[in-house]
């Protein structure tokens, strides 16, 4: 292994805290690239970690099956009493497996077409707000986030948050989002330091970041809600008091999960391709064309499998998951029977080895233009969905895969097949490129977010 550890990143946590905490922040990403780009596919990017690109290698490390695989404790907020025991922060490849197991069914491909009434009826809540708009200027990001926090609330909790009705949509839950998530990086390096203050009451929280404060509260009202749930629903064989994993708390931090790793991916992806469609006046066109035929009566229901059939349409979500890096990062996971073999080189058991997602949908080899937005090359080259790796593989990628796709179809179509809007005071290399990785792609940390007026209906 002498290359690959043939590096100062190898030998210190330091160097990786200073790309990613301090003097520079959310920065290893692009540094781990220039490391490839110096020693080769695989690299320490720390004394633990071995970081590899290679996009063929993706699916045996993120593998499911018989090949187990653990999470990397030193990435995770394994002992915070809040989030510690969801499914993403659970470490070993059994538990995971089981806690995994009790979603699976409501997330399948099924359960998104049973539930694409409700997204609808939210996407249409959210188009009658923006036809009231027109004239105005409405933020993409925030809009977005309240139609996706709202499918996921009403879903999970069976009660919609509410935010498509709130003045500022989901501003509140994406700056405390936003905010919040910037700890990843630190917790890396100090886990003990975060997850005591993931665990902080909110009224305490408050005193040092009114974002770790709202986070709070929302963690309570979600404890609240299982809570309800359970003394109205639960009989006592179905949910036994001793049983660890159904007790409000635990459910909770799964909760907070679904909610956390549901909104702001899909948010990001809907407002980036709408961006980019916005952009381009060849792709916007070629897409209004295709809905007009595919959806001449604009209120009639369609289902998902006839969404899916329109290709220039699932072009652009394809387009759209590979540009906008809901989760950019690099997900170590750890094998704990086996040895990987990558090229020459063993990788031995026990060890944490990754890909990230943003440098494979980034890789010139793969996309020639890496930067520009070309639904087309998905249908020149079907073959390329191999290599859209958005949802991560194996046993710990997105449950809410076919949920989340469902959204982006649905919001995709019935938005462009209704509003004409423009962009509106909006900087790409600020304000929708991913420039800062903290687990999700973020733009500038400054950015004024993607802005667009909405124009009116679409005429016809
Ligand atoms: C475009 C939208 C989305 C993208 C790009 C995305 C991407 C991902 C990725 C890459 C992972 C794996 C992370 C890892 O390896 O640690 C993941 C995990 C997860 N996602 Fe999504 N996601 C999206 C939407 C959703 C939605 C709508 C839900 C709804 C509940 C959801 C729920 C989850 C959960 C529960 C996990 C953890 C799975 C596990 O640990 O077994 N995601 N997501």
Same mark, same amino acid.
């Given at each position: 292994?002498?290359?690959?550890?043939?590096?100062?990143?190898?030998?210190?946590?330091?160097? !990786?805290?200073?790309?990613?905490?301090?003097?520079?922040?959310?920065?290893?990403?692009?540094?781990?690239?220039?490391?490839?780009?110096?020693?080769?596919?695989?690299?320490?990017?720390?004394? /633990?970690?071995?970081?590899?690109?290679?996009?063929?290698?993706?699916?045996?490390?993120?593998?499911?099956?018989?090949?187990? %695989?653990?999470?990397?404790?030193?990435?995770?907020?394994?002992?915070?009493?809040?989030?510690?025991?969801?499914?993403?922060?659970?470490?070993?490849?059994?538990?995971?497996?089981?806690?995994?197991?009790?979603?699976?069914?409501?997330?399948?491909?099924?359960?998104?077409?049973?539930?694409?009434?409700?997204?609808?009826?939210?996407?249409?809540?959210?188009?009658?707000? #923006?036809?009231?708009?027109?004239?105005? /200027?409405?933020?993409?990001?925030?809009?977005? @986030?309240?139609?996706?926090?709202?499918?996921?609330?009403?879903?999970?909790?069976?009660?919609?948050?509410?935010?498509?009705?709130?003045?500022?949509?989901?501003? !509140?839950?994406?700056?405390? #989002?936003?905010?919040?998530?910037?700890? %990843?990086?630190?917790?890396?390096?100090?886990?003990?330091?975060?997850?005591?203050?993931?665990?902080?009451?909110?009224?305490?929280?408050?005193?040092?970041?009114?974002?770790?404060?709202?986070?709070?509260?929302?963690?309570?009202?979600?404890? %609240?809600?299982?809570?309800? /749930?359970?003394?109205?629903? @639960?009989?006592?064989?179905?949910?036994?008091?001793?049983?660890? !994993?159904?007790?409000?708390?635990?459910?909770?931090?799964?909760?907070?999960?679904?909610?956390? @790793?549901?909104?702001?991916?899909?948010? $990001?992806?809907?407002?980036?391709?709408?961006?980019?469609?916005?952009?381009?006046?060849?792709?916007?066109?070629?897409?209004?064309? !295709?809905?007009?035929?595919?959806?001449?009566? $604009?209120?009639?229901?369609?289902?998902?499998?006839?969404?899916? @059939?329109?290709?220039?349409?699932?072009?652009?979500?394809?387009?759209?998951?590979?540009?906008?890096?809901?989760?950019?990062?690099?997900?170590?996971?750890?094998?704990?029977?086996?040895? #990987?073999?990558?090229?020459?080189?063993?990788?031995?058991?026990?060890?944490?080895?990754?890909?990230?997602?943003?440098?494979?949908?980034?890789?010139?080899?793969?996309?020639?233009?890496?930067?520009?937005?070309?639904?087309?090359?998905?249908?020149?080259?079907?073959? #390329?969905?191999?290599?859209?790796?958005?949802?991560?593989?194996?046993?710990?990628?997105?449950?809410?895969?076919?949920?989340?796709?469902?959204?982006?179809?649905?919001?995709?179509?019935?938005?462009?097949?209704?509003?004409?809007?423009?962009?509106?005071?909006?900087?790409?290399?600020?304000?929708?490129?991913?420039?800062?990785?903290?687990?999700?792609?973020?733009?500038?940390?400054?950015?004024?977010?993607?802005?667009?007026?909405?124009?009116?209906?679409?005429?016809?």
């Amino acid at each position: 292994m002498t290359e690959v550890t043939d590096n100062l990143a190898a030998l210190t946590f330091w160097y !990786e805290f200073y790309y990613d905490v301090y003097p520079n922040q959310f920065q290893y990403l692009w540094k781990i690239k220039q490391l490839h780009e110096q020693y080769g596919p695989i690299v320490c990017i720390n004394p /633990i970690h071995i970081h590899i690109h290679d996009p063929d290698y993706f699916e045996t490390i993120y593998t499911s099956g018989t090949h187990k %695989r653990n999470r990397c404790s030193w990435c995770m907020h394994e002992g915070a009493s809040s989030f510690g025991s969801g499914m993403l922060e659970t470490m070993d490849h059994d538990l995971h497996k089981m806690r995994r197991s009790a979603g699976t069914s409501y997330f399948s491909k099924r359960s998104a077409q049973e539930l694409a009434p409700s997204v609808v009826g939210k996407v249409f809540k959210l188009l009658d707000r #923006l036809k009231n708009d027109t004239g105005k /200027i409405v933020n993409l990001n925030d809009a977005m @986030a309240a139609l996706t926090m709202d499918v996921i609330s009403g879903y999970c909790f069976g009660e919609a948050m509410g935010y498509l009705e709130n003045p500022e949509y989901a501003k !509140e839950w994406l700056d405390m #989002l936003h905010g919040g998530i910037q700890i %990843r990086p630190i917790g890396r390096q100090f886990p003990w330091l975060i997850n005591t203050l993931l665990d902080l009451p909110p009224w305490i929280a408050v005193y040092l970041s009114p974002a770790a404060a709202i986070m709070g509260e929302l963690h309570l009202g979600i404890l %609240r809600r299982i809570e309800k /749930i359970r003394d109205e629903e @639960a009989s006592p064989d179905k949910l036994k008091a001793t049983d660890h !994993e159904k007790k409000p708390h635990r459910l909770m931090t799964e909760g907070q999960t679904f909610v956390a @790793a549901g909104t702001e991916t899909t948010a $990001r992806t809907l407002s980036v391709t709408t961006y980019s469609l916005l952009k381009s006046m060849d792709g916007r066109e070629k897409l209004k064309e !295709e809905l007009w035929k595919g959806l001449p009566e $604009r209120t009639l229901p369609v289902s998902l499998p006839q969404w899916e @059939a329109l290709l220039y349409l699932s072009a652009v979500i394809n387009e759209g998951l590979r540009v906008a890096h809901g989760v950019s990062s690099r997900q170590p996971l750890i094998t704990t029977h086996e040895e #990987l073999q990558y090229e020459q080189w063993t990788i031995p058991r026990g060890t944490p080895v990754m890909e990230s997602l943003y440098l494979i949908h980034m890789d010139p080899d793969i996309s020639p233009e890496p930067f520009a937005f070309r639904p087309e090359c998905w249908i020149e080259n079907p073959k #390329l969905t191999k290599y859209l790796f958005a949802f991560s593989r194996g046993s710990r990628g997105c449950l809410g895969m076919n949920l989340a796709i469902s959204e982006l179809y649905v919001a995709m179509a019935y938005l462009f097949r209704t509003l004409e809007m423009e962009i509106y005071n909006t900087v790409e290399a600020r304000d929708v490129l991913t420039t800062n990785d903290c687990f999700v792609g973020m733009k500038d940390l400054k950015s004024d977010d993607m802005k667009v007026k909405v124009l009116g209906e679409v005429k016809g």
